[in-house]
């Protein structure tokens, strides 16, 4: 093979591995994203599973945006299937937020909108309820991520914890938000309980 070819597919290589890393799909870290930069998206875990592990991948010259990663688990296979699924109340971009799933839901889903105009997202939980189980012994995780503008990750710590909600609040200087995310075990029994 001449020199002249060599470098031909050395310049081709180049500018697929520009094309690719451009995408905003993968990142360094190896992950798989469910958006790209300054992209709205709709994530809903299959019917039957709720939301497990949150991450985020922060960065400031796209805008000041987060790439996010979602991953579900099945509930108790005795809960059955979920009695029914919803979109819970929205956010607005630029401002703090708190967010519990109404009538005993656990978190299913997530949707978010990019605003250029705050640098900030919208967001808004898919939520699924469980033949009337009721959440008890509920507490909130720390800041996610700890610092602003570095990458989240939040698991939830083991089996029998479920997120039922969010509390977020966002920085207008450094354009980023940081999130404490309400977990909950849930009863083995149906309650009567609306809302608890």
């Known amino acids: 093979m001449s020199s002249a070819h060599v470098l031909q597919a050395l310049c081709l290589l180049m500018v697929f591995s520009t094309a690719s890393a451009q995408h905003g799909y993968m990142q360094d870290t190896g992950e798989e994203w469910v958006n790209t930069w300054r992209q709205g998206f709709n994530f809903q875990c299959p019917h039957g599973e709720v939301l497990v592990a ?19 688990q099945r509930t108790p296979y005795d809960w059955g299937e979920p009695n029914e699924c919803w979109w819970d109340d929205i956010s607005r971009a630029g401002l703090e937020w708190s967010s519990v799933c109404t009538n005993n839901g656990l978190v299913a889903g997530v949707q978010s909108k990019y605003f250029e105009a705050v640098l900030d997202r919208e967001w808004q939980f898919y939520c699924c309820r469980y033949a009337r189980r009721c959440p008890y012994s509920c507490w909130k995780t720390n800041d996610v991520p700890e610092y602003l503008k570095e990458e989240g990750e939040m698991v939830v710590p083991s089996y029998g914890y479920f997120i039922r909600g969010a509390q977020t609040t966002f920085s207008g200087v450094l354009r980023d938000r940081q999130w404490k995310y309400i977990l909950c075990r849930m009863t083995d029994f149906d309650c009567p309980f609306e809302n608890f």
């Open 54 to 72: 949150i991450r985020s991948y922060f960065s400031e010259k796209e805008g000041s945006d987060r790439l996010w990663n979602f991953e579900c």
